[in-house]
């Protein structure tokens, strides 16, 4: 069993940033692919970034570059985090951290993250 916690969302204005982080605990081991995803109100949940064992990551159009998705490891520990910049009003939204294991899926709760002046 993997959990994962979100922090780092809040409240910014247009063109400032935010880093979030998802920490992962547990059992560890066998993760491969760690991924961002974000919901804004009354849309579909968004694929924003991912890191897969072994290949460089991905973003979607609308984030690159302006994210940077980067991760660190230790024992039986790993932080995954979202470095944000100018953001936009429309990158309003949830944000959500998924990692895989072996087939299985694990999520965060997510963390609010409002881009407005």
């Known amino acids: 069993q993997v959990q994962l916690v979100e922090s780092g969302g809040g409240l910014v204005q247009p063109g400032g940033s935010l880093r979030l982080s998802c920490a992962a605990s547990g059992s560890t081991l066998g993760i491969d692919t760690m991924t961002w995803y974000r919901q804004a109100p009354g849309k579909e949940r968004e694929l924003v970034a991912d890191i897969t064992s072994g290949r460089g990551p991905t973003y979607a159009d609308s984030v690159k570059g302006r994210f940077t998705i980067s991760s660190d490891n230790a024992e039986n520990t790993i932080n995954l985090h979202l470095q944000m910049s100018s953001l936009k009003p429309e990158d309003t939204a949830v944000y959500h951290c998924?990692?895989?294991?072996?087939?299985?899926?694990?999520w965060g709760k997510g963390t609010l993250v409002t881009v407005s002046s």
């Open positions: 998924r990692m895989s294991q072996y087939g299985m899926d694990y």
